[in-house]
């Protein structure tokens, strides 16, 4: 069975496997994994791409389980990142649309990384109308090659072909893919979910 980062409005990588799979397990009893998309996302704005990443509370020498890491409420990151979402997005086709279903998630103070990404989760499906049932793994499995726990990493290239579809600043700044799924959303909308479906796995 495949096994999926659990991620901050992850990646449209990540979403392709959610479409052409009936059952997905997310990695809950992981190490923290720094600079990946478990705290952080990256969407299209103005002025081109922007990274919204969630402060955490961590001590920096220490591996922490994904599942204990707590989110920082010191900064009033959620009102900054809703701003950028609205901003980078409120021209899109779709962003009147799915305002209402997302806007809660930056409102509630939740109290770890995990219930945040896992709420996160279900809201995303719900806009996509995915079906797909998604599991949490009870024991951590030592990473293997091609692993997508570790393959799916703002640090490295998608391994799956992603087509192109028109984005709000597309026009100055190009085409760029594997964003935020927020992107195809705002985007794309109820045609969303037919994009990842159709992309060879």
């Known amino acids: 069975m495949i096994t999926l980062p659990l991620s901050y409005f992850g990646p449209i990588e990540e979403f392709v496997y959610l479409a052409q799979n009936n059952t997905v397990t997310y990695e809950s009893k992981e190490h923290f994994v720094k600079q990946s998309y478990r705290n952080r996302c990256i969407i299209y704005g103005a002025n081109g791409l922007l990274r919204l990443t969630v402060p955490l509370v961590l001590k920096s020498r220490e591996k922490t389980a994904m599942e204990n890491i707590k989110i920082s409420y010191a900064e009033k990151w959620q009102a900054h990142h809703w701003k950028s979402i609205k901003s980078a997005y409120k021209n899109s086709p779709f962003f009147d649309y799915y305002e209402e279903l997302l806007l809660p998630l930056f409102l509630e103070e939740v109290d ?34 091609n692993d997508l726990r570790l393959n799916i990493h703002p640090k490295k290239n998608p391994t799956l072909q992603l087509p192109r579809y028109i984005q709000v600043f597309e026009e100055r700044h190009g085409f760029h893919k594997n964003l935020s799924i927020l992107d195809l959303i705002f985007n794309e909308g109820p045609s969303a979910i037919l994009y990842l479906q159709n992309i060879k796995l």
Do not use: R
């Open 112 to 145: 770890t990384l995990k219930n945040l990404n896992l709420k996160i989760l279900s809201v995303v499906k719900q806009c996509l109308q995915l079906s797909c049932k998604t599991l949490l793994n009870q024991e951590f499995k030592a990473y293997t090659d």
